[in-house]
């Protein structure tokens, strides 16, 4: 039975969506399947289980339309101290966008890292509306999704998949639009101040 390494790069890892889709893909892979957070203290492990695996999923959340950092420096470390062999490699990256295209760049600069380093690059599955879709009756497009995902990495077939809410995109952000006011609103923030680039208020002027 292959076994299948699911590597959780999200900076949240613990209480993050990518953790929820790591377990979903570990019950879709019917064998064996090791689910591990990506943190520094755990290069080391996470390079021996790389060097053991038949197949390595990366599960992460688009950051500013790249790859959160703990995988950047994950990468690093990987390019500097490469394990003992490269199994293939599969990603699956979720945004809060409709459009899963926004996870293109994320997937090709995976792919280039695995071109560089000497990783086959097999399958990838580009999820948009992330972080809704599994509180909502589409949950079970996403579980699908993992399942086709599973399917074609046990089969080595190179494919991406892409699944989102089928919603206009009106209704999409009306609904986003409201969900983010209500959570500002818990914490003291009004709208206006989420619209702002400013994070933190500037010195006082002379």
């Given at each position: 039975?292959?076994?299948?390494?699911?590597?959780?790069?999200?900076?949240?890892?613990?209480?993050?969506?990518?953790?929820?889709?790591?377990?979903?893909?570990?019950?879709?892979?019917?064998?064996?399947?090791?689910?591990?957070?990506?943190?520094?203290?755990?290069?080391?492990?996470?390079?021996?289980?790389?060097?053991?695996?038949?197949?390595?999923?990366?599960?992460?959340?688009?950051?500013?339309?790249?790859?959160?950092?703990?995988?950047?420096?994950?990468?690093?470390?990987?390019?500097?101290?490469?394990?003992?062999?490269?199994?293939?490699?599969?990603?699956?990256?979720?945004?809060?966008?409709?459009?899963?295209?926004?996870?293109?760049?994320?997937?090709?600069?995976?792919?280039?890292?695995?071109?560089?380093?000497?990783?086959?690059?097999?399958?990838?599955?580009?999820?948009?509306?992330?972080?809704?879709?599994?509180?909502?009756?589409?949950?079970?497009?996403?579980?699908?999704?993992?399942?086709?995902?599973?399917?074609?990495?046990?089969?080595?077939?190179?494919?991406?998949?892409?699944?989102t809410m089928p919603l206009?995109?009106?209704?999409?952000?009306?609904?986003?639009?409201?969900?983010?006011?209500?959570?500002?609103?818990?914490?003291?923030?009004?709208?206006?101040?989420?619209?702002?680039?400013?994070?933190?208020?500037?010195?006082?002027?002379?």
């Amino acid at each position: 039975m292959e076994r299948l390494l699911i590597l959780n790069a999200s900076p949240r890892a613990p209480r993050s969506h990518s953790q929820i889709y790591a377990r979903m893909l570990a019950d879709a892979w019917k064998g064996s399947a090791l689910c591990q957070e990506v943190r520094p203290a755990c290069h080391s492990a996470i390079r021996q289980a790389i060097g053991e695996a038949d197949a390595l999923v990366l599960v992460f959340p688009l950051y500013a339309d790249s790859l959160p950092v703990p995988l950047l420096r994950l990468f690093k470390e990987l390019e500097a101290c490469p394990p003992c062999r490269r199994p293939a490699v599969s990603v699956v990256v979720n945004c809060g966008f409709l459009e899963p295209f926004q996870n293109d760049i994320a997937v090709e600069m995976v792919r280039l890292f695995c071109r560089r380093n000497g990783y086959p690059f097999a399958a990838a599955l580009e999820i948009a509306s992330g972080e809704a879709i599994l509180d909502t009756p589409f949950r079970f497009l996403a579980g699908r999704a993992l399942r086709r995902l599973a399917r074609a990495i046990r089969r080595g077939e190179h494919r991406v998949f892409r699944v989102t809410m089928p919603l206009p995109k009106r209704v999409f952000l009306r609904a986003s639009t409201a969900y983010w006011t209500a959570y500002g609103r818990r914490f003291g923030v009004s709208p206006r101040q989420m619209a702002s680039m400013e994070i933190e208020p500037g010195p006082p002027s002379p």
